[in-house]
């Protein structure tokens, strides 16, 4: 065991005016399973690549580990991958990579095709897998989850909780409640460790915020009752102060208490102090409150009612690939009913998007079956964000949606004005998701079609999405492998 120390930690990007770390500090045990969290844009992979050394920082780190950040680079993938593998850890026993990868339900038999080769689900495990045999590292997990189907999710969950020394950036909540220990919240105004899951963080964070609330409703109230108090006192200063001018210029020779009214102006005088005194500290505290209360404005939907229960009718679908020699999938029979929110769920690789585009109308080559009723609108939401790039203007008007309903979406979401001077493609990844999702919901649609909407997109964000269906109830086909999401939000399970 050892510590990872953090003092006054302060960082801008070049060219930036705001900080994005001010003067942080905290210590993190090496022994530590640590979940990070915190809304998109915050700072959490720079932090991440902060510990690296990456770029220059004011304050200091220091730590007797190494750090070792997975996803990490491949130079060529087209090698094999134990050869990759070679390279990373250098001296090391077979055997206990063979055994990693038994825990991770890989065969050995994949270290002996090109990484390339490998599903994104492979190359997570194997990245993982030889990171942990690296001695002395302790480990900067940036969002494995991406590339994961649900039944992947759990068994790296479990693996990651028979492990210990690693910070890990989720926006999963049942994986991180699997494997964590810490968490590591990155807020508003500083960075804060708790121990215990993100469940049990979430729950202190609601008491702390409702604390809050309810003090800064009450000093308001005090602050209020002082002011009307304060003015109170000065009219009885004032009303003071006339009596002792009026007794100065009476001409009937008694002479006025000047002593008694001076000593009442001194005792009003105290008094006024006091009570100004008061408000001070009580606006004092008021202002150390509410400063990391997250902002979950209420999103609105567009869902058009169509004319018919059935909006999309599949009977014994097949899908094949023109290259292949078996089908991906076969048999498939279901109705998308109005109202019904119908989780899309299977293994990767299984055909889920691909069925997802083929009802959208793309060109996917199919046997079966397909209806599709007329006049049908539909919004769709893609896996991929790389085609995303341009401003967020010229993005809406080539999408057809208006430019500030969009962006006033993205700002209940979380989105800073500053970011809306960028060029898409400069974006992370939760924010580019943030924008695929906003103009789904700029559109009026009968059916929503989304392709694992959440990738990279924070917690808080994913609980606004999901109060948003509940609440307008739209007819959907998704596929999501945030267990949490869909056990919320899904009326249905379709499994491929």
């Known amino acids: 065991m050892s510590l990872i120390n953090v003092k006054n930690l302060t960082f801008a990007y070049e060219g930036s005016y705001d ?6 500090s905290f210590q993190i045990d090496t022994d530590w399973k640590l979940g990070f969290t915190g809304r998109n844009g915050r700072g959490k992979t720079t932090f991440l690549n902060l510990l690296r050394g990456l770029y220059p920082y004011s304050g200091t780190i220091s730590a007797k580990v190494d750090f070792a950040y997975f996803p990490f680079d491949v ?3 087209s090698v094999m991958t134990i050869e990759i593998v070679d390279d990373l850890l250098g001296t090391y026993e077979y055997w206990q990579l063979s055994r990693e990868l038994n825990y991770l339900e890989v065969s050995d038999e994949v270290l002996y095709r090109s990484f390339d080769t490998l599903s994104k689900g492979e190359q997570t495990k194997i990245m993982l897998a030889a990171l942990f045999l690296r001695e002395n590292s302790f480990l900067l997990i940036d969002e494995p989850t991406n590339h994961l189907d649900a039944a992947g999710r759990r068994l790296v969950s479990s693996y990651l909780r028979s492990k210990k020394g690693f910070i890990l950036v989720s926006h999963d909540r049942a994986f991180l409640d699997g494997c964590i220990d810490h968490i590591l919240s990155i807020n508003k105004t500083d960075i804060q460790i708790q121990k215990g899951n993100f469940s049990s963080w979430q729950t202190n964070k ?7 609330l309810s003090e800064n409703e009450k000093l308001k109230r005090q602050i209020k009752s002082m002011e009307a108090a304060a003015r109170r006192t000065s009219r009885w200063s ?8 009026h007794n100065q210029d009476r001409d009937a020779g008694v002479k006025a208490d000047k002593g008694h009214i001076g000593a009442q102006a001194a005792k009003m005088m105290k008094r006024s102090k006091a009570a100004e005194a008061r408000k001070a500290a009580a606006v004092s505290e008021k202002s150390a409150l509410l400063k990391n209360i997250e902002r979950a404005d209420s999103l609105q939907l567009h ?5 018919s229960d059935v909006l999309i009718s599949l009977e014994d679908l097949s899908i094949r690939y023109p290259d292949a020699d078996t089908p991906v999938f076969t048999g498939l029979t279901f109705d998308i009913r109005r109202g019904r929110r119908i989780a899309l769920c299977g293994k990767n690789g299984c055909g889920k998007s691909s069925l997802l585009k083929l009802i959208c109308g793309e060109d996917i080559p199919y046997n079966g079956l397909l209806r599709r009723g007329p006049a049908l609108k539909i919004s769709y939401v893609a896996q991929d964000t790389a085609d995303l790039t341009g401003t967020l ?6 999408r057809g949606i208006d430019e500030t309903l969009l962006k006033t979406i993205l700002r209940k979401l979380d989105f800073d004005r500053v970011q809306f001077e960028k060029q898409i493609q400069d974006y992370s990844g939760g924010q580019k998701k943030k924008v695929l999702i906003a103009a789904s919901l700029c559109e009026e649609a009968h059916l929503y079609v989304w392709d694992e909407p959440l990738n990279y997109i924070d917690v808080l964000s994913r609980m606004q999405i999901e109060d948003l269906l509940l609440s307008y109830a739209p007819t959907m086909i998704f596929v999501e492998h945030d267990a949490a999401f869909c056990e919320k939000t899904a009326t249905d399970i379709v499994e491929i």
């Open 238 to 245: 004032d009303d003071i102060e006339k009596r002792k001018s």
């Open 393 to 398: 203007d010229a993005y809406a008007a080539a």
């Open 303 to 307: 869902p058009l009612t169509y004319r």
């Open 206 to 212: 609601a008491m702390q915020d409702s604390f809050e």
């Open 75 to 77: 130079a060529d993938a």
């Open 19 to 24: 900080n994005i770390f001010e003067n942080v």
